[in-house]
């Protein structure tokens, strides 16, 4: 079993940048695919950002060139670096982990609580 817990969302203004981190326990997830997925208020979760467990990457159109995922296998841990920021990011973050590492287009069986991303014009 995997617990996942994302922190480091915030407040920030339009143009700036926020790291989101995702710590995850219970077990290794060096062998999973892990994800970034988000909400917003009245709007479908969505795929922001994933990563296979050999590094493989798959971004929404709508954040490809502004974020970049990466992971930390020694620290078990999965960031996002999100910059250029703008006011259509704003929503819930959830951190996703995926037992099959090859897969980066649907999520995975564990999911984190979510940390809130608000950006400001």
């Known amino acids: 079993q995997v617990q996942l817990v994302e922190s480091g969302g915030g407040l920030v203004q339009a143009g700036g940048s926020l790291r989101l981190s995702c710590a995850a326990s219970g077990r290794t997830v060096i062998n999973y695919a892990m994800g970034w997925y988000r909400q917003a208020p009245g709007k479908q979760r969505e795929l922001a950002a994933a990563i296979s467990a050999i590094g493989i990457t798959s971004y929404a159109d709508s954040v490809k060139g502004r974020f970049t995922i990466s992971r930390d296998n020694a620290k078990n841990t999965v960031y996002l670096y999100m910059n250029s920021l703008n006011p259509e990011d704003t929503a819930v973050y959830y951190c996703?982990?995926?037992?099959?590492?090859?897969?980066?287009?649907?999520?995975?069986?564990?999911w984190g609580q979510g940390t809130q991303v608000t950006v400001s014009s």
């Open positions: 996703n982990a995926d037992s099959r590492g090859w897969r980066i287009d649907l999520p995975g069986e564990f």
